[in-house]
């Protein structure tokens, strides 16, 4: 086995300069690492620094200390070779592009000819049939982000990072779509972050789930999820998955913090 | 039938003005060196429309081939800015130095240069059009939409592609406001630089046809590059629109 971390984030502090050269700290000395496919979690409240790990991670901020690494390498050189796929917070869809091209776009940025078959299925598989010729402003919150999914997979990347991917939706939707990312994370085992502050869908897609405090970012605790995979959507009424929420939940919110 | 009252509806202010043009002209009896009605306008195209039709090509052929030659010279540099910030530095103040002179001023610059003849017209052209392609180009290169640079930094695009996927795209509703602006002004300065030297075409037919007091011809002619000006207007403003429409 390979013992180097596909993902490492090591004693990492996150500095950003605020305007009036006042400085805040966003992460401080934060460390995670993700073996090659594992599926981990960032859950932690709004503001405690989870876009900020991934944005580290995509190469798209500097650490103010510490390192990140990505298969032992600086992260620039993953999206260099078009091996990175990301699903941003605000979806980022191109406006002018419709649902089929926004999805095929990361084909063209690496100057690969497209796989229209490949852009197609993704479509059905986040449930756009139909939709392929809208354009963004046309489509739902949910649906954009479900774009965006789409166009993080389409050229099976080696490293996922996904930043609240169902943040707009529905729970029902939300449900549904957290059971199909199951499924083509199980066929590929992608090494995948994700970021939510649901904790149901933290513990139904995540090997690991790495909770974070806010003001500055920290991680307060580790949890690993036995469940084992494939894994039914049944395991979501299993008294170890209420047991597991209620503590997670409550690590989210120590008590000193409720009235 | 439908379609003619709508073409009414939008017109009427336009031929009220002209049927009160032509009924004053008629009451008042003034001389048509001062003032020829619309219909003595009318009647002096009918006359010789060869000699306008000539003219009017000339010019409007000079006015498009300026209008294409500037947008491109124009959303060229500015792209060249795009890749390089020091190439801003120098050619955005040149930008603007070049917009604010005002065209009736390089004329005879120009003319020394290029000669008395077509190519100085075009070299207005060139000048008037390229200003606001460079100018809106270079600001809609840069207005991209949220989260979309860092999503082309994250599919590792190479700089070629940044500015073919994303930078040129992200510039077509503001190059369309370009177009809009430079097309009514293209026909403009054509028949101004014609005017001031003299050799040909439509501007040149309306300074003949005045030192001659020959009102009909001249108006004649202003109505046809009104008639242009607006047109190409309305064109431009439905690029400017359909770019607002499928780029937002
Ligand atoms: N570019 C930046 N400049 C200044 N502050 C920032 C910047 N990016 C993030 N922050 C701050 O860092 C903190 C963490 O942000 P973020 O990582 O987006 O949090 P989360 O994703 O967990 O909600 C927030 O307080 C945010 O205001
Ligand atoms: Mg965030």
């Known amino acids: 086995m390979d013992a180097q971390p596909a993902i490492a984030v090591e004693g990492v502090t996150k500095r950003f300069r605020l305007e009036g050269g006042r400085e805040f700290t966003a992460l401080d000395d934060v460390s995670l690492s993700l073996a090659e496919g594992e599926f981990v979690t960032l859950l932690g409240p709004s503001g405690c620094g989870k876009s900020t790990i991934l944005r580290l991670v995509a190469a798209l901020e500097e650490p103010s200390a510490g390192r990140v690494a990505v298969e032992g390498r600086p992260p620039a050189e993953l999206s260099r070779q078009h091996r990175l796929g990301v699903a941003f917070q605000d979806h980022a869809l191109l406006p002018w592009l419709d649902v089929a091209s926004n999805i095929a776009l990361p084909f063209k940025v690496a100057g690969m000819r497209v796989d229209a078959e490949r852009v197609a299925g993704l479509i059905r598989l986040v449930g756009l049939s139909g939709f392929e010729k809208a354009r963004p402003r046309q489509l739902s919150g949910g649906m954009r982000q479900r774009v965006a999914i789409a166009r993080a997979l389409v050229l099976k990347p080696d490293v996922l990072l996904l930043d609240e991917p169902f943040g707009a939706l529905d729970a029902v939707t939300r449900r549904g779509m957290n059971i199909e990312l199951q499924r083509i994370w199980t066929e590929q085992r992608t090494t995948t972050l994700l970021v939510t502050h649901d904790v149901g869908e933290a513990l139904f897609l995540s090997d690991r789930i790495v909770v974070l405090s806010g003001r500055p970012g920290r991680v307060v605790r580790v949890v690993d999820v036995p469940f084992e995979r494939p894994r039914h959507p049944s395991i979501m009424r299993s008294d170890l998955f209420h047991g597991m929420s209620d503590d997670l939940t409550e690590a989210l919110h120590p008590p000193a913090e409720l009235p | ?248």
């Not at chain 2, 207005?143 to 077509?172: E, H, I, K, N």
């Open chain 2, 1 to 248: 039938m439908s379609a003619v009252l709508r073409a009414l509806r939008a017109s009427w202010g336009i031929l009220a003005i002209l049927l009160f043009w032509q009924i004053w002209v008629g009451l008042s009896g003034v001389n048509s060196i001062v003032l020829p009605g619309p219909a003595a306008i009318l009647r002096s195209l009918a006359d010789a429309p060869g000699l306008y039709l000539s003219s009017t090509a000339q010019t409007l052929a000079l006015a498009a081939l300026g209008l294409v030659l500037g947008l491109l010279l124009g959303a060229g540099l500015a792209v060249l800015t795009w890749f390089s910030s020091l190439l801003a530095g120098l050619l955005t103040p040149l930008g603007i130095i070049f917009a604010s002179v005002p065209v009736v001023a390089l004329i005879p610059v120009l003319a020394r240069i290029f000669g008395y003849d077509m190519r100085t017209v075009l070299a207005i052209v060139v000048i008037i059009s390229f200003f606001p392609s460079f100018v809106f180009t270079g600001a809609g290169l840069r207005a991209l939409p949220p989260g979309s640079a860092d999503l082309f930094r994250v599919l590792g695009a190479s700089t070629w592609r940044r500015l073919t996927l994303l930078a040129l795209p992200a510039a077509v509703p503001d190059m369309s406001v370009a177009l809009r602006l430079a097309a009514a002004n293209s026909i403009l300065a054509a028949m101004v630089a014609e005017f001031l030297m003299g050799t040909s075409g439509l501007g040149y037919l309306f300074a003949a046809a005045r030192s001659d007091f020959d009102m009909e011809k001249a108006l004649a002619a202003s109505a046809i590059a009104t008639v242009i000006s607006v047109t190409s207007f309305l064109l431009a403003s439905r690029v400017e629109n359909w770019a607002a429409r499928n780029w937002r």
